[in-house]
């Protein structure tokens, strides 16, 4: 079992950062692919950003490509996902996930143990 813990989320202006992290416990993180999800009012759960259980892959949804920066530091059991340049359309639940296949997968499916997610509001 993997215990994931999200924190970081809040209001912000549109044009602002939010750096969100999630704490895992259990089973060594370290194994895992790590991924954030999000997930608005009315729609579907939806890919955003992964990383490897290396920190050698990731990839990206073409929404927040350029702006979104995911991380890893497996010693401190930690994912991280700097959000810099805000729209409205980022106003969220942003969930952390963690997956036992290889590499980076973007398929929710793929994901094993999810936190309880962070709300992030991002105003115009």
């Known amino acids: 079992q993997v215990q994931l813990v999200e924190s970081g989320g809040g209001l912000v202006q549109a044009g602002g950062s939010l750096r969100l992290s999630c704490v895992a416990s259990g089973r060594t993180f ?5 991924g954030w999800f999000r997930q608005a009012p009315g729609t579907d759960r939806e890919f955003v950003a992964t990383i490897g259980w290396s920190a050698g892959r990731t990839y990206y949804a073409d929404s927040v490509r350029g702006r979104f920066t995911v991380s890893r ?26 997956s036992r296949y290889p590499g980076a997968p973007t398929s929710r499916t793929s994901y094993d143990y999810w936190g309880q997610g962070t709300q992030v509001t991002v105003s115009s």
């Open 73 to 98: 530091d497996n010693a401190k059991n930690t994912v991280s996902l700097q959000m810099n340049s805000l729209k409205p359309e980022d106003t969220a639940i942003y969930y952390c996930a963690a």
């Open 30 to 34: 370290s194994s895992y692919a790590g």
